[in-house]
């Protein structure tokens, strides 16, 4: 009986099983590795996430206005409807009225001074 005892007690055992009083060394390793992945992983998705937003940002005020209003409202309601919408309108280039109009109003006042000087 006692050489059943001893046998049993001579057995390897693998190195990640931490004896007593022991460290165990893979639930740290894997609790650091853990952490590791998830900062990354909620990184990742927060560039994602905000990706309309640097598309937009070489655009126009309003437009990138726009979009971060809706990647907000995507983010705090979770429908990924918004921020596809988003996503959309930061790819698409609006035309640049203001110039256009600019023009036509200096065009407007030029003409509206001369009619007040011939009078």
């Given at each position: 009986?006692?050489?059943?005892?001893?046998?049993?007690?001579?057995?390897?055992?693998?190195?990640?099983?931490?004896?007593?009083?022991?460290?165990?060394?893979?639930?740290?390793?894997?609790?650091?590795f853990l952490v590791i992945i998830i900062f990354t992983f909620g990184v990742l998705m927060l560039r994602l996430h905000?990706?309309?937003?640097?598309?937009?940002?070489?655009?126009?005020?309003?437009?990138?206005?726009?979009?971060?209003?809706?990647?907000?409202?995507?983010m705090f309601t979770h429908y990924n409807l918004f921020w596809i919408v988003g996503l959309l309108l930061a790819m698409?280039?609006?035309?640049?009225?203001?110039?256009?109009?600019?023009?036509?109003?200096?065009?407007?006042?030029?003409?509206?001074?001369?009619?007040?000087?011939?009078?």
């Amino acid at each position: 009986m006692v050489n059943a005892q001893s046998s049993a007690s001579n057995v390897r055992v693998p190195w990640f099983v931490a004896g007593p009083g022991q460290t165990d060394l893979l639930l740290i390793t894997m609790g650091i590795f853990l952490v590791i992945i998830i900062f990354t992983f909620g990184v990742l998705m927060l560039r994602l996430h905000h990706l309309p937003e640097h598309i937009a940002h070489t655009g126009q005020k309003v437009q990138y206005q726009l979009v971060a209003t809706l990647g907000l409202i995507a983010m705090f309601t979770h429908y990924n409807l918004f921020w596809i919408v988003g996503l959309l309108l930061a790819m698409v280039d609006f035309p640049d009225f203001t110039g256009l109009l600019g023009r036509i109003a200096s065009s407007v006042r030029r003409i509206s001074l001369r009619r007040g000087q011939e009078t």
